[in-house]
Structures are given as C-alpha cells and as structure tokens.
C-alpha cells in the first residue's frame, strides 16, 4: 500500500514542489480514483491511469495555489535553508537549483519533465498517462526541456 | 566548482534528489478515513488488477466490512406510462397506470423523462441512460434549407417535431393542406438517433385518420454532452450538449429491438468479425450499433465529422469502416474499425482516432510514392540518428508561386514559440517568406511538405515513422514565393493526426529578455489579445521585452512597429 501511494506523493511532490500541497494532492489522487474506478476498461493501464488522475490532481493543486500566498517550507528543506547561508553559491547543490528552476516553468511543463526524467517514462507511456498524441508529447517535452536549461541558467546567474 | 552539463543523467540524480522521499503517514490514514463510508464504484475491480498491491486492496477491504454497497446509480420510480407486453423481466417498480415496467436494459435502470432532464440539468453528465418516453417522429418532406451541420447533433429545421415526451402528447396535426406541429405540454427531450436503423418507426409519422399523430412508446439509450457537442457553434452549444443522442434503441411498444446495423456500403467483415476484434478491447462490453461505411462517404460528416473533415481535405484515405458504439462502464464509446482487417481504433474525447489494437491496415494512407512527382528536395542538417542519412523534404507546391526553399533563413528561430507541433513565422522584411519549424524526431528520415494552391494550408506528412522513442528534434525549412504571403493565416496540418488543424500558430517571435517564461508568455498574450481588439487587421509578427519593467517593442506584419517604455519600482 505504502509502496503506491509514495509513488503518486513523489510524482505529485514533484508536480506541485510543495510538501503539503502533495500531501492533499495525493489524497485528491486516490479518492478521486476511487470514484472513478467504474471508468478504468484495462485493469494492466491501473498505473497509467492512476498517474493521469495524480497529474489532474495537481494542476488543480497549482491553480489553487495560485490564489494563495503562503507556501510551506518542506521540512528536509529546512536543514539545508539553514545551512545555505554558509555555502559558497556555487555550491548550491543541483537538487536545490534543480527546485528552483522547476519553480520558474508552468505546470505543464513541470509535469512532463517529471514524468520523463524522474518517473523514467518514455514518449508513448507519458502520452498515454498525459492523454495527448505522441507528436504533441515530443512537442512539448522538446519545449520543455529548453526552458528548464534556461530556468537552471537563469538561476545559476542569480546565485 | 565545475559541473558538468546538465545532462540526462544529471537531471534525473537531481530529480531523484529533490523529490523521491516517502508520503509521510498522515497521507495513508487521511484516504482511509475520506474514503470509508463513500460508495464505491465496480468493488471487484480493485481484485483484478495484477500487481496492484495493497494500497487499493486495503481500501476496498475498509469498505467491505464497514459499509453496504450500493451500486444503483438512480434508482428512480417510473413515470411515463409503457405499453404491455414487453417481453423483458419485469421489475417492481411501479408507474402511474399501474403496468410491469422493464426495470433495466443492458443492466442501465429505466427511468423517465423526466428523470433523464434532472440529471442533464445537473451538469455535464455523458453517462448512458436508459430512457423510456412517447416518441414522436421528424417530419418528412419539409421544404428547409439548413446551414451546414457543423455538428451532426446540432438541432436544424427537419427536427422541429422530432420529440420524446413523458406523457403521451399528440403533437402533430394534419389537415387537408396542412401539417402543424405543437410544442410538448409536458417534459420532453430532444432526440437524435440520425444513425440508427429507423424501420422500427410507424409508418405516416403515426397519424391516424383524425389527423392527430399517435406517439410511440420507446425505450432508447442514449447520453447527453456528446462529445460532438464541442463542434457545434458557441451559440448552439447549449441546446447540443442538451440533445439526448440515442445509440440503441432497446424497447418499441414494449418489445425488445434488434441491434441497429447500418450497411451504407457492403463490407468484407462480418458483423461476427467485428463483435470479436471488438470484444478483444472492450470484453463483456454490449455493442449497441454499427455502421458500415465508406470513410469517403459524406455520411460520416454525420457520424465522426472529425474523420469526415480529414477525409474531405483529403488529408486521409479512408477505406471502409465500421464504426461501433459500445456500452463501456456505462458511457458509450466508439470504435473504428477497419473492414477487412482486425485494426481498431478508438475515438478519444477529442475526436481523434486512437490506435488500440490489430495490426493490419492503416486508414491514414499517405498522398502517394515519395518523393512526389514535381517536388522540391532538400536534405536537412539537424540532428538524425546515428549513421542515419540527412533528414530529406520534398516540398510539393500546388500554388505555383514557390520560388525558393531552404533550411535556415535570416530570422533566428531560437526564440520562436508555437503551441502545437508547427508553427509557421513571418520573417520582417521578407513579404514572401515563410519560415516554418517543427517538433520532429531523431528517427525521421523523409518529408513531405505539401503547399495548398491557395497557400491557406501547409501539409505535413512526416514519412515512415518506426518504433523510435526519442525525444524531439528542432527542424525548421524556409519556404520564398513570388509575393507577399499571409503567414499568420496559414493553417498547417498533419497527416498523422487526421485532424485539421494541428496548430493555430500564435505566430510570433518572442524574445522574453529578463522576463520569467511564465511572465512573458502571460504579457505577450495580453499584448497579443489588445492588439486583436485595437487593430484586427494587422498581425504580430514579434513581441521583445527589453526590461523587467515589461518594457516592449512590437513589430506587425505591415513592418510598422510599437515601442512602450515603462518605468517602475523593482524589488
């Protein structure tokens, strides 16, 4: 049990980069999915299907947050906000720069980078969990791509 | 200290870094505690799926031992009155004239018109309903030129009878000269069953020698919010999401009906052929009709206008079709399948035909043997896979008016933006010159480029495209004609998606200097939007922020241009 639901907490983490905004994400997740279970014909797609419910999840995540103002601070961040003002910047380490950038991109690219390169997904899995063609996911993760080698550029300069 | 590029691997540890931790294990008691006590849909589901675990597993075992699951989506009574006889199970429940009703049709419970309308009016809701009601029939022989459907369940003026009532209202009345038709008195609905065999229906619309027509009792399944709803026009939409699109017509004056087959044209499959293929993706999933059809026929405007519209454009070729309503977890799902062969596709919520299974046929044929006579070639530089020749392009132009292609032209494309998979660009200063870019992939190998002779639509056919799961791969072409070119206006298609347009090409530059991607790309939109509104005639052709102040300068396709400056206070 705990073995899937850390997987929809990661993707959704990931997605939203909030700790408590995962936490409810991920709760959306599998109550939604429980509800809709009716609506799944292929039981061997569970785990495709159950990501593109996590994904949904959190782009309304995202958008709610967009209308508030204050963000948690994930508490294994807070040993290293705290140890960050004795590091040289350029040491900062590549998952916090990694954070960073994410923060700069929209939720659809977001989403599509964290299916590809932390999930491992390949282009059909990502337009099967994404519901688009496999043209359109090319599309978008080239795109994708491009602006977070720009974001994790622009934060590099800023550091 | 030196880092090496951020390349793949280094994103993915960095990924893993930031973001593989465990739920913490509020998250777990907090599903729990919101799920136990909700009814559940189809419990045993959960069971079937391999390697599920336990987290749905312990799920379903809270709900098991703490609540009575209840399936029944409606459980309504029944209202309108049904004809005796019917010949099916009868139920308990009970109506107004006191008759045994049918309690349900392809385990959908029957429910009345009225019932039907509480759950349309209770927002978006596609499901199947099984719905019994007084059917009254479209007139034939009216004189009415109807605008072109742009949707096949938008209402036009043949449906102005058409009704299915709750109670048994007359509403037709025909006189010596005349025919009238009066609006129901009681809750009705708006019926479309175009596709559906309609011999079933009573001869003489049902109108006895008194001139009254006499309604049918029927029982039909069908949805609301068709999903070709969203092709209707905006001020349509309403009444389209609202027509009760009927896919099986279950019950006439109490007795059960055949399963609707449609032969437009005569297949090479049979209908046991299709049952198989289709039963192979959708097991244990009553078909509710077919349809035979030659994918050229006009006829599919009324079935699948989006494989109509392809076909039109002739962007495919589509051989003969059957296209197969199946009733799927209670909502109705199409699927297309190639005659003769065991290739099937679904058609999404979009309208796209998805490749589901079978492994022969392919009704997207291409336009012919490549390279196509009269083509320009050109071989590409950008990246191919390893040992793999040049990407080569065959632009074929039935304008007329090309004068020039190559790869790279004077614009840098590297701050082109485009939504879909193309976008085609204006390039200042360069009237006849169109810049086109793509998403292609590293396996691509030939490509054919078609220019419409209205220059209104460029074509992409991206060749053979094996099993090759790569990322995307910039590609870009210029293309020079004789004159001024509208660049904005063109629309480009793809021949893979069947679907026309693939891409509106927002058709700007954009350079977003200091901005934050998300910041630009909502400011250019804005820039873009009260441009629309101010000047409708000119286009933008590029849009550069120049400070953190959203200081800009816009350039039209006219080569006029705007600059604004503007002052604030930065954090």
């Known amino acids: ?159 | 200290m030196t880092q090496p590029d951020w390349d793949d691997d280094r994103l993915a540890a960095a990924f893993r870094a930031r973001f593989d931790r465990p739920a913490p294990p509020t998250v777990s008691r907090t599903i729990h505690g919101a799920i136990a006590g909700t009814s559940p849909a189809r419990t045993d589901i959960f069971w079937r799926v391999p390697g599920l675990g336990l987290a749905a597993a312990a799920v379903v075992a809270v709900l098991i031992g703490t609540v009575a699951v209840g399936l029944g989506l409606f459980g309504r009574s029944g209202g309108a009155p049904l004809a005796s006889g019917s010949g099916v199970v009868p139920s308990a429940i009970a109506t107004p004239t006191e008759q045994a009703l049918p309690g349900s049709v392809l385990d959908l419970p029957i429910i009345t018109v009225s019932d039907a309308i509480v759950i349309r009016d209770a927002g978006a809701d596609d499901r199947e309903l099984a719905v019994m009601g007084w059917f009254t029939p479209a007139l034939t022989g009216l004189r009415c030129v109807p605008p072109a459907p742009v949707s096949p369940v938008e209402l036009d003026c043949g449906d102005s009878s058409i009704w299915l009532t709750h109670q048994a209202e007359s509403l037709i009345h025909r006189t010596a000269t005349t025919r009238e038709v009066s609006a129901p008195a009681g809750p009705a609905l708006k019926p479309f069953l175009d596709v559906l065999d309609q011999s079933w229906q009573p001869a003489d619309l049902g109108i006895g020698a008194n001139g009254d027509s006499t309604p049918t009792d029927v029982v039909f399944i069908g949805h609301f919010d068709d999903r070709r709803a969203a092709l209707c026009l905006d001020a349509e939409q309403a009444a389209c999401r609202d027509r009760f699109v009927v896919d099986s017509v279950a019950l006439v004056e109490g007795s059960p009906q055949p399963r609707s087959v449609m032969r437009y044209v005569p297949p090479t499959s049979s209908v046991a052929d299709i049952e198989s293929i289709v039963a192979n993706e959708a097991p244990q999933s009553p078909i509710l009709s077919m349809v035979i059809i030659d994918g050229n026929d006009a006829r599919l405007t009324e079935l699948e206008p989006t494989l109509a519209k392809a076909a039109q454009v002739r962007l495919i070729k589509l051989p003969i079709l059957w296209v197969v309503r199946v009733l799927e977890s209670e909502r109705a799902t199409t699927y297309i399948v190639v005659d003769g062969t065991d290739a099937i596709y679904e058609m999404n919520s979009e309208g796209e035909p998805i490749h589901v299974g079978g492994t022969t046929g392919d009704p997207e044929v291409t336009l012919g043997p490549w390279p196509p006579d009269g083509a320009v070639i050109i071989a590409l530089t950008s990246p191919v896979g390893a040992n793999d020749p040049p990407v080569q392009v065959a632009v074929v132009d039935e304008s007329g008016r090309l004068t020039g292609v190559a790869e790279k032209g004077a614009a840098d494309p590297s701050t082109w933006r485009f939504d879909g998979r193309f976008g085609a660009y204006a390039e200042p200063g360069r009237p006849g010159r169109v810049h086109l870019a793509w998403v292609g992939g590293i396996c691509d190998s030939r490509i054919t480029v078609i220019v419409a002779d209205d220059l209104g639509t460029i074509t992409f056919d991206m060749g053979p495209q094996p099993d090759c799961d790569s990322l995307g791969v910039g590609r870009e072409l210029v293309l020079d004609f004789d004159g001024s070119v509208n660049v904005p206006a063109i629309e480009i298609r793809d021949v893979a998606d069947a679907l026309a347009p693939v891409a509106t090409s927002p058709a700007y530059q954009l350079d977003c200097g200091p901005l934050g991607p998300d910041t630009c790309e909502q400011q250019a939109a804005a820039l873009v939007a009260a441009n629309v509104k101010a000047s409708p005639t000119k286009r933008i052709v590029s849009i550069t922020f120049t400070d953190e102040c959203m200081s800009n300068t816009v350039i039209f396709d006219d080569g006029t241009g705007m600059t604004a400056s503007i002052d604030c206070i930065l954090p």
Do not use: C
């Open chain 1, 1 to 159: 049990m705990h073995a899937r639901i850390d997987a929809i907490y990661r993707l959704s983490f990931a997605i939203v980069g909030d700790e408590a905004d995962a936490r409810d994400s991920t709760q959306e997740t599998f109550i939604a999915a429980w509800r809709r279970i009716r609506e799944l014909r292929d039981p061997d797609r569970f785990d495709s299907w159950l990501q593109r419910i996590a994904v949904n999840a959190a782009r309304m995540t995202l958008r709610a947050r967009g209308r508030r103002r204050v963000r948690e601070i994930p508490s294994g961040d807070v040993a290293r906000l705290a140890t960050m003002s004795d590091q040289a910047t350029t040491e900062l380490a590549d998952p916090d720069l990694l954070g960073a950038a994410l923060d700069r991109l929209p939720a659809d690219q977001r989403t599509i980078l964290v299916l590809h390169h932390l999930e491992g997904q390949g282009i059909a899995e990502m337009a099967e969990v994404l519901g688009i063609p496999v043209g359109t996911v090319k599309s978008r993760l080239h795109s994708a791509r491009d602006a977070l080698h720009a974001a994790l550029a622009a934060e590099a300069r800023r550091l």
